[in-house]
């Protein structure tokens, strides 16, 4: 006698041999050799560098509004596939959510942020050279930060207790 087991609803989702390959073929990093964590913002090296599923294979394979989010249906597509560095790929584990969207996202994201911290470096390294920056000129601005910071925490807990 043999036995028919049921078909699935849906598809199994299974992790490839050859993912770690070809996304580092598809995506070579900065010089050949640097990557840039979506969850983080880290800097880190090929060597250290993970290779993470965005949509996790455990979520795509629990949960039908995951496989909705699973680029043509393929966990192991490039597109489905990010750099990260250890501990975010430690913490993100199985889960979805804000790692989904930094996944997608991210990259993009701390690549502006580096990018403005850059050019504020070299405009301030700049300035600095050619003497248009003096020494101490954002003391001002810091001390007016300082204040209204303080003071707004001070009103803040003085509301809270009912000091005024």
Same mark, same amino acid.
């Given at each position: +006698? $043999?036995?028919?087991?049921? +078909?699935?609803? !849906?598809? $199994? %989702?299974? $992790?490839? @041999? @050859? %993912?770690r %390959? $070809?996304?580092?073929?598809? !995506?070579?990093?900065?010089f050949g050799k640097f990557y840039l964590c979506p969850y983080c913002g880290r800097i880190m090296l090929r060597k250290t +560098?993970? *290779? @993470? !599923?965005? *949509?996790?294979?455990n979520l795509a394979n629990k949960h039908r509004a995951y496989r909705i989010l699973v680029p043509n249906g393929d966990i192991n597509s490039i597109h489905n596939l990010t750099a990260s560095c250890p501990k975010c790929n430690n913490r993100k584990s199985d889960s979805g959510g804000g790692w989904i969207f930094l996944g997608r996202f991210g990259t993009i994201l701390f690549l502006c942020v580096w990018t403005l911290l850059l050019a504020f470096m070299l405009w301030f390294m700049l300035g600095a050279m050619t003497g248009r920056i003096e020494r101490g000129f954002l003391l001002p601005y810091v001390a007016a930060l300082r204040n209204s910071l303080l003071k707004g925490s001070a009103d803040a807990i003085a509301s809270i207790f009912k000091f005024t």
């Open positions: +006698m $043999r036995f028919i087991l049921p +078909m699935s609803k !849906h598809p $199994r %989702y299974e $992790r490839s @041999d @050859d %993912y %390959y $070809r996304f580092i073929k598809a !995506h070579p990093g900065a +560098m993970q *290779v @993470d !599923h965005i *949509v996790s294979i």
